[in-house]
């Protein structure tokens, strides 16, 4: 059974570009959600999606959005890239929604701003 | 509001003898309580959560923790480190009357000597 699938694994991007990161959940996964992962802030919660709609947001600026299409894969976009998105971006899947229910991670894709 | 903190941002032991990661939490509401660890370079993987039922919980691994709502802890225990032990380990909150918004502690790293 394959896991969660996060593409790509590395980014470099120029400040003030944006960025679109991707994932695919476990097969039959219905909840997706996005975690920043710094040094400075850690582990930090972005949003959760579920059946295509946003259910939750952390504490984030609007530069920060998400979407989830009919087939529960999300996609996390960044506009307007600062230094400080420098980070471990991590996406997890679970079959319900809520994190109190379980969430399998995937292995994150890293960006580097520049 | 929630907060969990982690009492040790370190933790060192030897191969064989027993690992203790603290932590501690506070919730407005009954809370759920996640261990989790990363190995370098990987996504979060779950060890073992607590959702009001027994207060002893076992994980994956020979882990365990107990809930002791008095103490407001959670602490991880495991009864003989292996050299494959050596990882992040991160103590996470989320309350089930409120959004279930996760809320991650700083991380533990725990190293295992020979």
């Known amino acids: 059974k394959a896991g969660v699938t996060q593409t790509p694994r590395y980014l470099i991007k120029t400040r003030g570009q944006q960025v679109t990161l991707s994932c695919s959940p476990i097969?039959?996964?219905?909840?997706v959600s996005w975690y920043q992962q710094t040094p400075g802030q850690g582990l930090q919660f972005l949003f959760e999606?579920?059946?295509?709609?946003?259910?939750n947001k952390g504490n984030f600026p609007g530069r920060f959005s998400g979407r989830q299409f009919s087939n529960s894969r999300s996609e996390m976009n960044v506009s307007t890239l600062e230094l400080g998105d420098s980070a471990l971006y991590l996406c997890?899947?679970?079959?319900?929604?809520?994190?109190?229910?379980?969430?399998?991670f995937g292995s994150g894709t890293r960006l580097t701003v520049v | 509001a929630q907060s969990v903190t982690q009492l040790d941002s370190h933790v060192s032991v030897s191969e064989g003898t027993p690992v203790l990661l603290r932590c501690n939490y506070s919730?407005?509401?009954?809370?759920?309580l996640f261990w989790y660890v990363q190995h370098p370079n990987k996504g979060l993987q779950l060890l073992l959560k607590?959702?009001?039922?027994?207060?002893l919980v076992k994980g994956i691994n020979g882990f365990e923790a107990e809930f002791k709502k008095s103490e407001t802890s959670f602490h991880l225990t495991k009864p003989s480190a292996h050299m494959s032990d050596a990882a992040e380990y991160f103590c996470?909150?989320?309350?089930?009357?409120?959004?279930?918004?996760?809320?991650f502690g700083r991380g533990t790293s725990l190293i295992v000597h020979p």
């Open positions: 919730s407005s509401y009954s809370p759920s």
């Open positions: 997890a899947s679970s079959l319900v929604e809520g994190f109190n229910y379980g969430y399998t």
């Open positions: 996470v909150v989320s309350a089930s009357g409120g959004s279930y918004i996760p809320t």
């Open positions: 097969s039959g996964h219905r909840s």
């Open positions: 607590y959702t009001s039922a027994a207060t």
């Open positions: 999606y579920f059946s295509e709609t946003q259910r």
